[in-house]
């Protein structure tokens, strides 16, 4: 799949977010597997964004030259915008399959400590963010 690294980056936190949920045994193993890809590159990305701010950016604390940062308003930001601007805009070929969420999933009473079976919920901001990785299953037709 062809993805800018922009689009990889955004989804560190939702991944992070939905590995959360129990799903059952082969769905877990693919969205582990496409967070692993994912997380590869994300990993990639931040190496070359913290390079771009011990580059550009200025320490802190003079006691601290090491540990620098960059803010909007700093002399340096506007080059440091173009050149993350241009890392985050690249385009990568990442080998991962789309998953399949099911409806439901199964979940534990909290009351009768029973197994049993609930709609999956997600938050939209994860879906938005996992869309290109993620689907949703269909809920069945019943044909009368």
């Known amino acids: 799949m062809k993805l800018t690294n922009g ?22 193993y693919q969205l582990a597997q496409t967070a692993k890809a994912l997380s590869a590159q994300v990993e990639i990305i931040e190496k070359v964004r913290e390079g771009l701010i011990a ?22 930001f506007p080059e440091f ?25 199964a979940s534990i009473c909290g009351a009768c ?7 999956l919920e997600i938050e939209v901001y994860i879906l938005m963010a996992l869309d290109k990785f993620i689907r949703i299953a269909q809920a069945p037709v019943l044909v009368k």
Do not use: C, H, W
């Open 113 to 119: 400590r029973e197994s049993t079976e609930r709609e």
């Open 7 to 28: 689009e990889i980056y955004s989804t560190k936190g939702p991944f992070i977010e939905l590995l959360k949920a129990k799903f059952p045994v082969m769905v877990a």
């Open 81 to 105: 915008a173009v050149e993350f601007g241009t890392l985050m805009s690249l385009e990568v070929e990442v080998e991962i399959a789309v998953v399949e969420l099911p409806l439901k999933v």
């Open 55 to 76: 580059k550009y950016g200025a320490a802190a604390d003079p006691e601290m030259p090491n540990m620098k940062s960059i803010q909007p308003g700093d002399k340096n």
